[in-house]
């Protein structure tokens, strides 16, 4: 058979319409499975004759090996029946696997009860894995990245869990020490905003009446409702983490790892409170990271609704204002701006030192177009002299660019906009008191009053938005605590750039080494209740220093500050004043300690020293620098060495339009939707029951609706995981519809059905042998050991270089296309056999114990399900669980591996699939045509001889025979080349019906000449469209060709006959 990608499953499709109602419930039936018998057989091949029918009838519609185009109509998905697991089974007990395997597939009944038996029996515990008999010795230690405690995971999070689950699984099942931490993120911000806005909602009180410790107690509790689910839909994921070791960042232990860490570094020098610029959100009221500000590209004018603001507000425009030039009443300068609210805080103009339109100007004052007070015109390098009119605003307490431009020539940073978004006093009674855009209003006005307002245009710009709160970010001077960076970023750099820290894909480390060579100085401070309090304590003097600067303590406790305070002071502790800071730390400030804090740092911990540094960090590519590049800082400088030596970063998945996943686009998938399916009703349940705005959520009400306009079918862990690491996921983004899910779901039911034939055919006394002792008794046999190896080989390849894809590709190939097409199918002939060879039975118990146990990391429910129904080995005690049995490796199935008689088998199925086109061409449904193959090579003579008995099974033929050398071909016998050197022939003579054929044949290639003509008259094309024209020709021009040798043999079949010669096609 030809290699087909598990992407040739899947159709391009995301909403999918099934008939009405979604599934139906059916407890599993007691009643004995029905025996494989002929009449299953029967219609097996019935089913697979009436695709075969199917497909040549798309051929003849231009559709054949074309996927649907996405304007074509879906296809619809039928819901399937829902198996339910009811033996009484408390939590923690194993469950029962006595009874008979459900007809179908269900994974509801799959899934049932073993994640509780796994956790009860400690299987993801490292204690447990030091005793297992294939240990190594070697322990391999991952933290997952702490979700946000707010809410529920998304697809995104599951893609994480998939992949580092599937690592931590075969590094268990390989005799590994395995540590894997789970643990979730306190979201400062936006744990704070959902409860702040759920208060208002259902208590109408905003926590400034609450008060901060009542606040908090709020959060407490709104964490303990919510926090568990994030848990459920880990454990539904399959998630075998150490649940002994969870942690949470605002736990005790914790807090006390964070403020070590804050006091470590302003010991050494690393951490101080300085006035500077900061990202600052006027809704929240509190500085804010880089991550959580999203960069908004204008076209030109857009209308934007935003918090606070009594009507829409609109930017993309640019003000052309004149600054009169002082003593010259004729002259100005007229500079652009796209934020006219802080004119007020404008304190100089410049102009470049070499622009020759202003060089007379130097030197000169102009007049502030609104105050009229006197502002210097300054040169400055920094100022493009093309863009625009070369002159700019300076506005040092508003702007990033300003503020080093201020720095640089000695300017004041008078600032306009308050902590609130309205204007200061600064402004003046007219402007004070203003919501900042309501100010730009009248500000304009005024400048068109006085003459000064020199045009208005639409620009194109990049708006700073807030990603929590949708308020425009503005750039305010501030009194924040600050992390040196520069020191630490070195080392990190070098880390990369030595090779002690991987990043793989490697072409992150452009990113890494860009960003560490610019970095500043991070903000740490967060005017925030919710987090960790900063411990800093205001020393408050009744005589302030001569310097004017507040006066600062850091410490452990307020005992220990106080001490330090007496000190700098020369004070007894006792009568000194200390104000402890209220604002609290940044949340990637702590998260950048969980490697080791989720260990017990700053304790000496067993676990510290055991698990430190970790093996390996997986993430998001989205996380390299903000994440995972201060997890390197801190944890290098905390901890004296880098918290792990490697760096496996994921893509961003997007749905199938290639939009990131966010709650108010409506494109947010609950993984626990996708595993048990959902209707579009419930779907839109969870919108309104979130946090969304009524404009988002109509919004993302009607994108939903049209995404999934009957809900989401029933699809699985196991499927979900498989598809998500099916993806590769190391690349591009990953662009996901859950009709690949729902494909995947068709593989796990091929599994099903192939192991309930295999148990069948193993019956209850049979007894493996060792894999040591099985020996091929038939080339078949050879074949599918072969690529069992083979397959082992491939996955374990997979997950040393950690590309899962190369995994799941070789497990998709080696359980649909070697096993259920090939071997099962050649050897249910064998089977029927009386007596029963020995053989088969024992060749297909092993590919189905190895290759479950190959699956198990993927497919941890599935395989766990089916392995458990095995017969054991003998020899020594079995392995509980197949999540600690051993991994199949391809050095232990070496002896197996016949690379050169699977490419000998390849011209066997080439063999097959060309007599299965024939039998299509003729459309032989029924009857089992004899078979002659012709060679003039000896060589490929025996290898054919060696699997007459299998092609004919395969091909759906009757007997087959090699035709002897020098043997003239059978006349009126169809012909199919294979190469240059061999032929098959299939018998026709009293299986067709040659005067009903033709017509049908005729009218095949009328249809097919049509098609030609028309793409041929068609005028050629470039690019993608004119290679698949020139395929599409291609095609057809083959299928006429083989229509036309059809005619002729059946031609020859007719009697001789006026009408017979003068018929054709």
């Not at 979604?22 to 009436?50: C, D, F, I, M, Y």
């Not at 008259?1017 to 690019?1023: I, K, L, V, Y």
Request: hydrophobic share 40%; aromatic share 8%.
């Amino acid at each position: 058979m030809p290699h087909l990608p598990l992407a040739s499953l899947r159709p391009s499709l995301w909403g999918l319409r099934p008939p009405r109602g979604l599934r139906s419930l059916h407890p599993l039936s007691t009643q004995s499975e029905p025996h494989h018998g002929p009449p299953v057989s029967r219609r097996n091949r019935e089913a697979k004759q009436k695709r075969l029918r199917e497909r040549q009838a798309a051929l003849e519609a231009g559709t054949a090996g074309k996927g649907q185009s996405p304007a074509e109509p879906r296809k619809a998905w039928s819901p399937k029946e829902v198996v339910l697991y009811e033996v009484p089974t408390e939590p923690g007990e194993k469950k029962d696997v006595s009874g008979p395997l459900p007809a179908a597939y269900s994974p509801c009944y799959v899934e049932a009860a073993w994640y509780s038996w796994w956790e009860r029996e400690g299987f993801f515990k490292p204690e447990y894995q030091a005793q297992m008999p294939q240990t190594t010795g070697e322990t391999f230690s991952m933290c997952i990245p702490p979700p946000n405690v707010t809410g529920s995971l998304h697809i995104g999070h599951a893609l994480t869990v998939a992949i580092e689950d599937a690592l931590v699984r075969w590094h268990r099942m390989r005799g590994d020490r395995v540590l894997w931490v789970p643990g979730s993120d306190h979201a400062g911000i936006a744990t704070q905003a959902v409860v702040e806005k759920r208060l208002w909602t259902e208590r109408g009180v905003r926590r400034h009446e609450l008060g901060r410790e009542d606040f908090l107690k709020a959060v407490w509790q709104w964490k303990a409702a919510k926090g568990g689910e994030i848990c459920e839909q880990l454990r539904a994921l399959g998630a075998s983490l150490d649940w002994d070791r969870e942690c949470f960042t605002m736990d005790a232990g914790f807090s006390v790892a964070v403020t070590e860490a804050f006091v470590r570094l302003y010991e050494a020098g690393l951490l101080y409170r300085g006035r500077q610029l900061v990202n600052w959100s006027c809704a929240l009221r509190s500085a804010i990271s880089d991550i959580e500000v999203d960069s908004r590209a204008l076209p030109g004018r857009t209308e934007l609704q935003l918090p606070g603001c009594p009507s829409p507000v609109s930017f993309g425009l640019l003000f052309s204002v004149a600054f009169p030039v002082d003593g010259e009443p004729d002259a100005e300068v007229v500079v652009g701006t796209t934020r006219p609210e802080t004119l007020p805080g404008d304190v100089a103009v410049a102009v470049h030192p070499d622009d020759s339109r202003y060089t007379h100007l130097h030197g000169r004052r102009l007049r502030h177009p609104l105050t009229g007070e006197l502002l210097p015109l300054i040169t400055d390098p920094a100022v493009q002299p093309h863009v625009g009119t070369g002159a700019v605003k300076v506005t040092p307490a508003h702007s990033p660019a300003d503020t080093e431009m201020g720095a640089r020539h000695g300017l004041s940073a008078p600032s306009v906009i308050a902590e609130d978004g309205t204007m200061t006093p600064f402004c003046g009674d007219w402007l004070q008191g203003l919501h900042r855009f309501v100010a730009r209003e009248k500000i304009v006005c005024a400048l068109r009053e006085r003459g000064l307002l020199r045009g208005l245009q639409s620009h194109a710009m990049v708006l700073p938005i807030c990603s929590r709160s949708g308020d425009v970010v503005e750039y305010l001077l501030k009194s924040q605590w600050f992390v040196r960076c520069r020191e630490m970023a070195d080392r990190a750099a070098k880390a990369v750039e030595s090779g002690a820290l991987e990043l793989w894909p490697a072409f992150h480390r452009k990113n890494w080494q860009h960003w560490f060579a610019h970095i500043g100085d991070w903000c740490v401070s967060r005017q925030l209740w919710w987090g960790h309090q900063i411990p800093a304590y205001q020393v408050m003097e009744e005589h302030p220093r001569g310097d004017g600067q507040d006066c600062w303590v850091v410490g452990r406790s307020e005992a220990e500050a106080r001490a330090l305070a007496a000190a700098l002071t020369g004070r007894p502790g006792a009568e000194l004043t200390l104000e402890r800071d209220p604002d609290v730390l940044d949340t990637w400030f702590s998260s950048a300690l969980f490697p080791f804090s989720a260990l017990g740092w700053p304790q000496e911990t067993p676990d510290l020293a055991r698990f430190y540094p970790l093996s390996l960090l997986e993430t998001g590519s989205d996380l390299l620098l903000f994440w995972v590049g201060r997890m390197v800082m801190l944890g290098t400088q905390l901890t004296g060495q880098l918290p792990f030596s490697k760096v496996l970063l994921h893509s961003m998945v997007r749905d199938r339009q290639g939009r990131k996943m966010s709650k108010s686009l409506g494109n947010v998938l609950d993984p626990r939707d996708i595993i048990s399916g959902v209707g579009l009703q419930v779907l839109q349940e969870k919108l309104r029951d979130g946090n969304l705005d009524p404009g988002e959520l109509a919004f993302a009400a009607a994108a939903q609706k049209k995404d999934f306009p009957h809900g989401i079918p029933e699809c699985g862990t196991d499927a979900l995981r498989f598809t998500l690491c099916s993806h590769g996921g190391l690349g591009g983004d990953l662009h996901l519809s859950v009709s690949e899910v729902l494909s995947c779901r068709h593989f796990c039911n091929k599994i099903w059905n192939a192991l309930r034939f295999i148990l069948n055919v193993l019956g209850e006394k049979f007894t493996p042998q060792p894999v040591e002792e099985l020996c091929p008794s038939s080339p078949m046999d050879a074949w599918i050991l072969s690529r069992l190896a083979g397959a082992a080989q491939e996955c374990e390849r997979g997950f040393l270089t950690r590309e899962l894809s190369l995994a799941t590709r070789a497990l998709h190939h080696f359980w649909l296309h070697s096993l259920c097409d090939v071997y099962l199918e050649a050897v249910k002939p064998l089977l029927s056999h009386s007596p029963r060879p020995q053989g088969p039975p024992q060749v297909l118990f092993s590919c189905a114990d190895l290759g479950l146990r190959l699956l198990a990391p993927l497919m941890p429910f599935l395989a766990e399900e089916l392995w458990q129904r095995l017969p054991p080995r003998p020899g020594g005690p079995p392995a509980p669980s197949i999540s600690v049995a051993p991994y199949p490796s391809g050095h232990s199935l070496e002896h197996w591996r016949q690379p050169e008689l699977e490419r000998r088998f390849s011209h066997v199925q080439e063999a097959v699939q060309a007599l299965r086109g024939l039998r299509a061409t003729y459309q032989l449904t029924k009857a089992r045509p004899r078979v002659l193959l012709h060679s003039s090579e000896p060589e490929e003579r025996g290898l054919f001889q060696a699997f007459l008995e299998p092609l004919g099974t395969l091909a759906h033929c009757g007997a087959v025979a090699l035709l002897p050398p020098g043997a003239a071909a059978p006349s009126g016998w169809a012909q199919a080349p294979l190469g240059d050197t061999v032929q098959v022939y299939m018998e026709l003579q009293g299986l067709v019906d040659p005067g009903a054929h033709l017509p049908l044949l005729a009218a095949r290639r009328h249809k097919l000449q049509k098609q030609l003509d028309g793409l041929t008259a068609r005028t050629p094309s470039e690019g993608e469209a004119e290679t698949q024209r020139q395929q599409r020709l291609s095609s057809l021009r083959l299928e006429l060709a083989k229509l036309d040798q059809a005619a002729s043999h059946l031609r020859q079949l007719m009697p001789e006959t006026p009408s017979s010669r003068s018929a054709g096609p």
